[in-house]
């Protein structure tokens, strides 16, 4: 289904990158950790909005849900970080479905408004019950170890390569396969996916239980990178950053997602100097690339891997957009 | 409860009510004539109340503070408007609600790097004297702010019913295709929209001010608006005001019912179960739809 | 032997207006029926009915005796009915190939936790599932294209396309609305040609909303015809071609004798 030539790049690629890494210093780590993990939220944003065309503003809720659970599952009842971070995923699937029920029956500004108000409801849960999240002040998380002995930072890097190596190359899986057409197929024409048999809620709302799993993931991964979780980061901004990375990155790709959150990522270092106007050049770029990039960065790549891809030339034809 | 207290609570929900509604009312304006919901509406009250710390700030005397605030207010709409709305109103939803959204934000980093997120303060037009009647305490701002919501509010349905710009615009929220055969220029209406939208936003920063201060995060209004909106249908003036009026109610009477715990989750939940069970609200056409 | 399609006394209302009003027909299993009648007759209306695609005011359709009303529009999809559009209705990115393999998918199913990890079992069932794809693209002339996004293929192909989609999906019953719209004579005679081909090994029944005359008369077993929402006729097609009450319904003699 892959192309064998794609999948031995990207191995490759990531060893590069695990070698070059052991030589690095312990911020570089980070910020590279900090930018595959904002891979992995993308990739499951880019699945709900890009492909099965639903808008979601509240994807950084399933991140924060990802992040608290494995925490709190580790923290209390001391469940290893490798069983928590995919007990916390599980747990940020469920809400996905949860919220994905009723709101996958909803479009647009409707849509728009009820993952608002779960935004909403999950920062002021994670508030109010302050004796379980830490509330306002936040949650330490517990070092990450394997059987007693802790975790190098090295490792840690290790792990959020590999979890975000998995990403891809599930995300990618999925949209080769009937999931992704289908996904594709209730945003195109949801009249032709019914009259095919497919039904539209159920799809969308998979779509929404999905993405979650992946922002539970990058979640609990942030939490032990980090060592802390501040709410703070998990409110209406940051679920704007997201949406970000998919726009300027190019949204229904993984490699959308995956140039999106990259290159963003750089961004926080490069902008350090004039940190206090890092929002409003985020904001900035974004509404840039809405109006004059709408496809985003991956567009002109992806154009020429189409064509590369392609046996014959094209029927001759006026464009039909 | 006594009926002293319930009274008293109602006031209060009525007075936050009012501001509330005035959001509502300008969000729902826009959203009528060119079917763009303004997410970035909660900065706009943000920006109302920073230009009147300015401008209060300069011993400028309150009549005159309210005026510019309403047109500049209005001048920022038209230049939104202008410079990125029109450029991808005929984009998909999905743009248009991030991009204001987006605005939203710029406009809060700007006053942000401009002001810091200290907070600052203005006093009301009309002390902080509670006014007694009937034995019950008003405050005098809570009251200014509920009768220039009502005006407001009146204002802008007789300007919609009577004047000819109102017509028109009504006539383009219906199909602005058949409004543009009829000779309306429908840039024109947009424009205008938006602009009294801000205006009316604006407005709504200037009077809330006095009651919460003046800082960065007033913006979050936004969402009660939203609810109010929600409520009334987001095609209905008069549902906005309905809508606000119930959300400043419901929020009240639900502080002092409910706990402070679950008393913030009130106005979300009910956004959630009005959105799957009636999204159109009270008075909002059933079928609604962006043609 | 009971129909493939029975629809009773089926309403349709959008508001006040009535757009199908008490209509009844039965078709046989195997048979190929010609819906026509002047445009606003009502009859892609009777078909979103039948599909689910428009909520039903009254009456009900059975689908081989067993009732589909009321159902949501995939479920009914998945008894067995399927349905060509006018306007093709494209997954428009998608590639040709994409697209029919979306049809095949009603009945070729693959996990989602395999296809996320490639597993054999996904590999088995995706090539088996391209392979029936590529099989139904060949019998409609669409090979060359089946990588070709289909926002960028002329209306005639799509129409082929939206055909071998629908086929593909292997219907028990398959409602065709306008298929030959924008194709020229010889196109539209390849494609009738492969879908009643198809039609006849597969054991599918067809009902086919058809303008072009001649294609009609040619293919159908027997025609239906709708005037204002209701059925004003039925019978083979050389009866419905004389009959006074269809020619009236056109306007003028014309329009049937234009075709002959």
Not at chain 1, 72 to 98: C, D, S
Not at chain 2, 211 to 220: C, S, V, Y
Not at chain 3, 98 to 122: E, I, K, Q
Request: with cysteine; glycine share 10%; proline share 4%.
């Amino acid at each position: 289904m892959q192309s064998r030539y794609g999948t031995i790049v990207a191995l490759l690629a990531a060893l590069l990158l695990a070698a070059a890494a052991s030589t690095m210093g312990s911020y570089p780590i980070y910020l590279l950790s900090l930018a595959m993990i904002n891979v992995i939220a993308a990739i499951g944003l880019n699945l709900l909005t890009g492909n099965s065309g639903q808008i979601s503003l509240c994807h950084s809720s399933f991140i924060a849900i990802g992040a608290y659970g494995s925490t709190l599952l580790t923290a209390r009842y001391g469940v290893p970080f490798w069983a928590a971070i995919p007990f916390g995923a599980l747990l940020a699937a469920l809400m996905g479905a949860l919220l994905g029920a009723p709101a996958s029956r909803l479009r647009g500004i409707y849509l728009a408004l009820a993952t608002l108000g779960f935004l909403q409801i999950v920062q002021i849960a994670i508030e109010e019950f302050a004796n379980v999240t830490g509330g306002v002040r936040g949650l330490t998380v517990p070092k990450a170890a394997v059987g007693g002995v802790r975790m190098s930072e090295y490792a840690r890097f290790l792990i959020v390569l590999g979890c975000c190596m998995l990403a891809i190359w599930t995300a990618r899986n999925l949209l080769a396969s009937r999931v992704g057409r289908e996904l594709n197929a209730v945003r195109l024409s949801p009249h032709a996916a019914q009259a095919l048999g497919v039904s539209v809620h159920r799809v969308k709302l998979a779509a929404f239980a999905l993405s979650a799993a992946y922002a539970g993931v990058a979640g609990g991964l942030q939490a032990i990178v980090v060592g802390f979780i501040d709410p703070v980061e998990f409110g209406v901004s940051a679920a704007l950053r997201q949406i970000t990375f998919i726009v300027v990155g190019g949204m229904g790709s993984v490699s959308g997602s995956v140039i999106g959150a990259a290159v963003l990522s750089a961004m926080p270092e490069a902008l350090r100097p004039v940190k206090e106007y890092s929002d409003v050049i985020y904001t900035l770029m974004l509404l840039g690339f809405l109006i004059f990039v709408p496809h985003g960065l991956v567009t002109v790549w992806y154009v020429i891997a189409r064509r590369m891809r392609r046996h014959v030339p094209t029927a001759p034809a006026e464009a039909r957009r | 409860m006594t009926l002293t207290l319930a009274l008293q609570l109602a006031i209060a929900g009525i007075s936050v009510g009012s501001i509330y509604a005035l959001v509502a009312l300008a969000i729902v304006m826009p959203f009528k004539s060119s079917g763009v919901l303004n997410f970035g509406q909660g900065e706009i009250v943000t920006l109302g109340a920073y230009i009147a710390l300015i401008l209060t700030q300069l011993a400028l005397p309150y009549p005159v503070v309210i005026a510019s605030v309403l047109l500049l207010g209005a001048a920022g709409g038209v230049v939104i408007e202008r410079v990125l709305i029109r450029p991808i109103v005929k984009a998909p939803e999905f743009t248009l609600v991030i991009a204001t959204f987006a605005i939203g934000l710029l406009i809060k980093g700007v006053i942000s790097i401009r002001f810091g997120d200290s907070p600052n303060t203005i006093d009301g037009p009309f002390g902080t004297e509670p006014i007694m009647a009937a034995g019950l305490r008003f405050n005098p701002t809570s009251l200014w702010i509920f009768v220039c919501t009502a005006l407001v509010t009146i204002g802008v349905i007789l300007f919609l019913r009577s004047t000819r710009l109102g017509k028109a615009m009504r006539a383009v929220s219906v199909n602005p295709e058949a409004a543009r055969l009829m000779g309306i220029r429908v840039e024109t209406v947009y424009r205008w929209s938006w602009a009294i939208s801000t205006a009316i936003g604006a407005l709504a920063g200037l009077l809330v001010a006095p009651l919460i201060g003046i800082n960065p995060e007033i913006g979050q209004l936004i969402l009660r608006g939203l609810l109010a909106a929600v409520i009334g249908g987001f095609t209905s003036i008069p549902g906005a005001l309905v809508g606000g009026l119930a959300v400043g109610l419901i929020e009240t009477f639900s502080g002092v019912l409910i706990g402070s715990t679950f008393k913030n989750l009130v106005p979300f939940i009910l956004l959630m179960v009005l959105l799957v069970f009636r999204p159109q609200g009270l008075f909002g056409a059933a079928e609604i739809k962006r043609v | 032997m009971t129909d493939r399609l029975t629809v009773e006394r089926l309403s349709v209302r959008f508001g006040g207006l009535v757009a199908v009003r008490d209509v009844s027909l039965r078709v046989a299993p195997g048979e190929i029926r010609g819906l026509i009648g002047p445009n606003g007759a009502g009859k892609t209306t009777l078909i979103n009915a039948i599909t689910g695609t428009v909520p039903i005011a009254g009456g009900r359709v059975l689908l081989d005796g067993l009732s589909v009303s009321g159902l949501p529009a995939h479920a009914i999809s998945r008894r067995g009915i399927g349905r060509t559009f006018q306007h093709v209705e494209p997954f428009a990115e998608l590639s040709v190939l994409d697209n029919v393999l979306v049809g095949v998918g009603r009945h070729s199913h693959v996990p989602l936790a395999h296809a996320a990890f490639a597993t054999p079992l996904a590999h088995r069932r995706e090539d088996q599932a391209a392979r029936e794809a590529l099989a139904v693209l060949e019998r409609f002339d669409l090979l060359a294209y089946r990588h070709t996004v289909a926002a960028e293929l002329p209306f005639a192909v799509l129409k082929r396309m939206d055909l071998a989609r629908a086929l593909a999906a292997r219907p028990a019953l398959l409602l065709m609305d306008e298929p030959t719209s924008g194709m020229s004579e010889s196109e539209a005679d390849r494609a009738i040609a492969a879908a009643c081909a198809l039609a006849e090994s597969e054991k599918i029944t067809l009902l086919v909303i058809e303008h072009n005359m001649r294609v009609m008369m040619a293919l159908a077993h027997s025609v239906t015809v709708m005037q204002n929402g209701g059925v004003i006729a039925e019978g083979k097609p050389s009866e419905i071609q004389r009959n006074r009450t269809v020619i009236d319904a056109y306007l003028g003699d014309e329009a049937i004798d234009a075709v002959g």
